[in-house]
């Protein structure tokens, strides 16, 4: 399947059709992210305990941090993630389709599977300059030396 978005992040951010910047805020339950999660971009955002279950997102993150988050079945396409740091958080079945990850971190993450034995998958997604401290799990070995 061929990608809809090029490669180069200058012209992946220009063929997404965003709607919602959201900045500076402070996101503790998975209520508060409504009708968010499609299309937006979060600005210098925390994210932290909560879970977040069976949700697609499609959005772009430039440094926010998710702290203690349980993602469940949760799909991520073709986001893009700038110094982001994701720090405690749990990933059970989670896609992450066509992502970017540019200068992010994953400090004592956990990747297991879902209840139906699904991996996490990180298919046709990039990682350019990225940190992974303590985590176990970790879908493939190479990513863990990055």
Not at 61 to 82: R, S
Not at 84 to 91: A, Q
Request: charge should be negative; proline fraction near 3%; charged fraction near 25%.
């Amino acid at each position: 399947m061929t990608s809809v978005c090029p490669t180069d992040v200058r012209e992946f951010l220009h063929c997404r059709r965003l709607r919602l910047l959201i900045a500076d805020r402070e996101f503790t339950e998975e209520s508060a992210l409504a009708g968010r999660l499609d299309n937006s971009v979060f600005k210098f955002c925390t994210f932290s305990e909560f879970s977040v279950s069976g949700k697609p997102v499609d959005a772009i993150f430039f440094n926010c941090a998710f702290v203690k988050i349980d993602f469940y079945l949760t799909f991520f396409n073709i986001c893009l993630f700038v110094d982001v740091c994701f720090e405690n958080c749990t990933f059970r079945g989670v896609g992450f389709a066509e992502c970017r990850f540019l200068n992010c971190k994953f400090v004592n993450c956990r990747f297991s599977e879902d209840d139906l034995g699904g991996k996490t998958t990180f298919d046709q997604s990039q990682w350019f300059a990225c940190k992974v401290e303590n985590c176990v799990g970790l879908p493939w070995p190479e990513m863990e030396r990055l």
